[in-house]
């Protein structure tokens, strides 16, 4: 399974950007909970937000509620991350990957997704 992320640049504070993964390969990832994480400078690699396998269940970081949106298109083995009203502290390296199958509250463990795009950075400037 390969994982391509996209969508990432340049943006002022609250603005949007979409990013795009695309899974190719193996793409059986329609059955699978998929997840996007950030990894800002420095720091590690944080959760962001989950979807389960029909995008009937989703999760997101305290941090980014109200302002995230995870979809999914199993029918383009796409999953996507809408953002808005960004702001520096969104400042980091995005990262798709493919977690378990089955929703739970561990959605949110970087331990739980085994195969991981490249990253996409964003860069929200003041």
């Known amino acids: 399974v390969q994982l391509q992320a996209s969508g990432g640049g340049l943006v002022q504070a609250g603005g949007s950007l979409r990013l795009s993964c695309a899974a190719s390969g193996r793409t059986d990832s329609a059955v699978y909970v998929m997840g996007w994480f950030r990894q800002a400078p420095g720091k590690e690699r944080e959760f962001v937000a989950a979807i389960s396998w029909n995008g009937g269940n989703t999760f997101y970081a305290d941090s980014v509620v109200g302002r995230f949106t995870i979809s999914r298109d199993n029918a383009k083995n796409m999953v996507c991350l809408q953002m808005s009203s960004l702001s520096p502290e969104d400042t980091a390296v995005y990262y798709c990957?493919?977690?378990?199958?089955?929703?739970?509250?561990?959605?949110?463990?970087?331990?739980?997704?085994?195969?991981w795009g490249q990253g996409t950075l964003v860069t929200v400037s003041s």
């Open positions: 990957a493919r977690g378990p199958i089955y929703w739970s509250d561990s959605v949110l463990q970087k331990s739980k997704y085994n195969y």
